[in-house]
């Protein structure tokens, strides 16, 4: 517990909410340490502040705009299928099932997949892929910055490819586009690359809200895959995004759920130690499907052609597959709803689920535009209704919105985002706890089965390693008393250079510099080992006082504070080490900070990590039963 009086750190919180030294005077250093504020300026979180709401409301926008745009898109995606498949002009959404081409259906999916090569070759490579790696990339290597022109390169490229029948969903796109739109957004205003990744996210977010009328799936899957942290200036924006996105939905489209189901009969201990084996069952599933996918792609790495013909090849065999079975082509939306419902029999639900893997691992390895969102829903269910036609308990209903969930959790490692997205678009919440099961079986099985996930593998594969794991830093947790360094080394601020010269080869080399302190043991400054040495360098006269040559702390630094705050004063003014004063007498150095100190954190982190200790041991009285039988002790 502090102390009331406990003096907090010395800075007030800017626009970022990182902590920011007050500002030198003009003509060199602060003429002394900062007075120290209250202790309560530490807050929980380091970036709650005004700009959160200035985001959010750029938010609204964003959230606003994604919703018409993931509307455009599946217009597009209507109109072209009614155009290659049907002739007509129509903007309402069709299916290729049921097309009157015969045999000729084959060759629409290769048409859309050149004219999606193209698109690629002479517009921008960036829209092959199912949009979600593409989105990860443009935050981790290129500072939240998409090209305008994706906006209206990806959803057009993707309408086409999944209305000439390409075995995608429209989410993908929708997230590419959707972070595009806001990624534009906050490059015209001056904003960091942080705060431009919040809107590129509420962008993607609101995009697929208004596609699946799923705004709390969205955001979780901002969370989970996108924002790569767990911040109110991340978290508040994204959600308004998303909030919007679905109500300008719900005035568009409606705001029924994709995939209206009765609620399941209320879960029991087999239901429940069913959806393990449903879950592990999609696991190995999504484990193969991630093999396929890559093992596709680098079959066409290996043809002697140019990429841009790669979609077209792989339109051959979307068209084959379609002509085997017409309800894998396309978004299939309804044929989800069959299954779920249990509108198809077994036959047919075996065929559909082997030509849709088929034909999307071998469409989406070919670089072509669509997502994977509703292809993975498509297999999953149809993987839980053939289990639910052997398991003894439950519906093959149940298990198909069972194992839909788990394999979007599995697939893509997001498992509250497969959870609650199967929860949003069906309404049937007495399903949520079977649904964390399979989804937690289901991520158990990938995570050690795959080093990456489908969507973190594309991006590996471009070169950027992308870490998946939320924790808090270890300077967060770990006061700066605990690696401060307290054997100082205090010499009088009237001792002469050339004095305190003598003792530096002595030294260890933990020990950066010298804690200068007055006639009444006050703190004076501070000075470095290197600065002694250029001083001297230079050709000045050594016996200038030592305190000529310190520079006074510009920062009070205590034992309280999180080593973060000590490694920003580091960093920020350039040094070495800084002296730690008593939060009561902040005149009295106790400790030393410094770069070795940080390591030191680090050090103690790993330790708690690896270190294993057995502190309780469980003894038992040792009975002796011989004396027990003789009466002897």
């Avoid at 308990?393 to 149940?398: E, F, T, V």
């Avoid at 770069?595 to 009975?623: G, K, M, N, W, Y």
């Amino acid at each position: 517990m502090n102390p009331p009086d406990r003096a907090g750190p010395t800075d007030p919180t800017d626009s970022k909410g990182d902590e920011r030294p007050p500002a030198a005077s003009p003509g060199g250093p602060p003429e002394g340490p900062a007075p120290p504020p209250r202790f309560h300026d530490l807050s929980d979180f380091t970036t709650a502040d005004r700009r959160t709401w200035f985001l959010a409301g750029l938010a609204v926008v964003v959230g606003f705009a994604s919703a018409l745009i993931a509307a455009a898109l599946l217009g597009l995606i209507g109109l072209f299928t009614n155009l290659f498949y049907y002739g007509r002009l129509s903007w309402s959404f069709a299916t290729p099932a049921g097309n009157p081409l015969g045999a000729l259906a084959i060759l629409v999916p290769v048409a859309g997949g050149l004219a999606v090569g193209l698109m690629a070759r002479f517009g921008s490579e960036r829209i092959r892929g199912h949009g979600i790696p593409e989105a990860l990339e443009s935050i981790l290597v290129h500072k939240s910055r998409i090209p305008p022109r994706m906006a209206v390169l990806k959803p057009v490229s993707a309408a086409i490819s999944i209305g000439s029948g390409g075995p995608f969903g429209a989410e993908g796109p929708i997230i590419m586009t959707g972070g595009s739109l806001g990624s534009a957004f906050g490059q015209t205003l001056h904003l960091s690359a942080a705060e431009r990744k919040v809107l590129l996210v509420a962008g993607a977010a609101g995009g697929m809200a208004a596609t699946f009328n799923a705004p709390f799936a969205a955001v979780l899957l901002g969370v989970e895959l996108l924002l790569f942290e767990w911040k109110p200036r991340s978290l508040i924006p994204v959600g308004v995004a998303a909030i919007t996105a679905t109500v300008v939905r719900w005035t568009i489209l409606g705001d029924q759920p994709l995939f209206p189901l009765a609620a399941s009969p209320l879960p029991d201990v087999p239901i429940a130690t069913a959806a393990v084996l449903v879950g592990a069952t999609v696991g190995v599933t999504a484990t193969l499907l991630t093999w396929a996918v890559y093992a596709w792609e680098d079959a066409f790495r290996r043809l002697p052609v140019h990429w841009m013909w790669w979609p077209a090849l792989g339109g051959i065999a979307v068209g084959a597959g379609g002509i085997v079975d017409p309800r894998a082509l396309g978004v299939g939306y309804g044929t989800i709803d069959l299954v779920l419902v249990g509108g198809l029999g077994v036959t047919a639900v075996l065929l559909l689920l082997v030509v849709k893997g088929t034909i999307w691992s071998i469409a989406l390895g070919s670089g072509t535009s669509g997502g994977v969102l509703a292809p993975l829903l498509m297999i999953g269910a149809s993987v839980g209704a053939l289990i639910g036609n052997v398991l003894p308990w439950g519906s093959p209903s149940l298990w198909a919105l069972v194992a839909m969930g788990g394999i979007l959790g599995g697939t893509m490692r997001a498992p509250f985002t497969g959870v609650v997205f199967s929860l949003e678009l069906t309404h049937d919440l007495n399903v949520i706890f079977p649904l964390l099961i399979a989804v937690l079986a289901a991520e158990g099985i990938t995570v050690f089965t795959l080093p990456r996930s489908i969507l973190t593998e594309k991006v590996a594969r471009r070169g950027v390693h992308v870490a998946r794991e939320y924790s808090v830093d270890p300077l967060e947790v770990i006061p700066v008393g605990a690696v401060m360094h307290t054997d100082l080394v205090m010499v009088p601020a009237g001792a002469s250079v050339e004095e305190v010269a003598r003792q530096t080869p002595e030294l260890s080399s933990k020990y950066v510099g010298y804690t200068l302190v007055g006639d009444g043991g006050e703190l004076a400054g501070f000075v470095t080992k290197e600065e002694i040495v250029a001083f001297l360098a230079e050709g000045n006269d050594p016996s200038r006082p030592i305190r000529e040559v310190a520079t006074v702390p510009p920062v009070q630094l205590y034992p309280d504070h999180p080593c973060r705050v000590g490694a920003r004063y580091l960093a920020e003014h350039d040094l070495q080490g800084l002296p730690v004063v008593d939060a009561r007498d902040p005149g009295t150095v106790v400790g030393l900070f410094s770069r070795e100190s940080l390591f030191e954190a680090r050090v103690q982190a790993l330790q708690e990590e690896q270190d294993r200790d057995r502190i309780l041991r469980i003894t038992f009285p040792r009975l002796n039963l011989k004396g027990a039988l003789t009466g002897r002790r």
